[in-house]
């Protein structure tokens, strides 16, 4: 039933959001992590996405574009790149409007910035990060076999842990008190449910949308990893350790989905 499915693809992302509480826990105790550790676990949740992207969203997505147009090849590379390029360009808009501050370095972007405190800029840019995996997750669902969409939840999830650490400590190395920054780490992963619900609602409704969504969900994430993870990880002259860390969370994503998919 079209409930069940909604239900599932809600719950995991929800879960997948919430794997930044069980991160950002050693807050509690940690006093701060490197600037090389934090470019580590960046470039691991770029991994992940880009894996994600390609081999649980926009490969299915050519798949189901196919099956929906007689196998017609042509019809499928138009319709998720089409895709692909709007959920790139949704991202860009959002970010180019919604004031935030980015995840390691700090300037600020957007419009209005000066009336939003430093840490509301920083929740809006983790929440930028976080709500095109929501959908990732809730999109993949819709696939015809919904084991890709565990094997996504799980591999978002498993981003999200180092993510939630990052997020914690950082709050609290620049003052802010260890309960509320564990707080806020928790309040990140919030939106990524809100992105599954919305993703396999609209995947619900018609299956002639399952190719856009996939391709919009693996559109917004590539971006997301070119525009803003990737760029901070290369900030410090440390592009070689991130770089290897993006390949180990691509091999790990990759991984997933071909044993889980």
């Known amino acids: 039933m079209a409930s069940d499915l909604i239900a599932a693809g809600t719950l995991a992302s929800f879960l997948a959001g919430q794997a930044t509480t069980l991160g950002a826990l050693p807050v509690f105790f940690l006093k701060g992590i490197s600037q090389r550790t934090q470019n580590i676990f960046l470039g691991f949740a770029a991994g992940i996405m880009l894996a994600a992207s390609f081999f649980s969203l926009i490969i299915p997505g050519l798949n189901a574009a196919g099956d929906l147009h007689g196998g017609n090849k042509t019809v499928a590379a138009l319709i998720v790149g089409s895709a692909i390029l709007l959920g790139a360009g949704t991202l860009?808009?959002?970010?180019?409007?919604?004031?935030?501050?980015?995840?390691?370095?700090?300037?600020?972007?957007?419009?209005?910035?000066s009336k939003l405190s430093r840490i509301w800029l920083f929740v809006i840019a983790i929440s930028l990060h976080n709500f095109p995996e929501g959908l990732a997750v809730g999109v993949s669902f819709g696939s015809p076999d919904h084991t890709a969409g565990y094997a996504t939840a799980f591999g978002i999830g498993l981003q999200n842990i180092p993510e939630g650490l990052a997020v914690a400590v950082s709050l609290a190395a620049v003052g802010y008190g260890r309960l509320f920054s564990f707080f806020i780490a928790v309040l990140t992963g919030l939106i990524e449910p809100?992105?599954?619900?919305?993703?396999?609602?609209?995947?619900?409704l018609s299956s002639e949308l399952l190719p856009w969504g996939l391709g919009f969900a693996g559109g917004a994430m590539i971006w997301v990893v070119s525009s803003e993870i990737i760029p901070e990880t290369h900030r410090d002259h440390q592009e070689g350790t991130a770089t290897f860390a993006l390949m180990v969370g691509l091999a790990v994503m990759m991984s997933l989905d071909w044993i889980f998919g």
């Open 92 to 113: 860009h808009l959002l970010n180019r409007v919604a004031p935030h501050e980015h995840f390691i370095s700090g300037p600020m972007s957007g419009a209005e910035k």
């Open 194 to 204: 809100v992105g599954g619900f919305l993703g396999i609602s609209a995947i619900s």
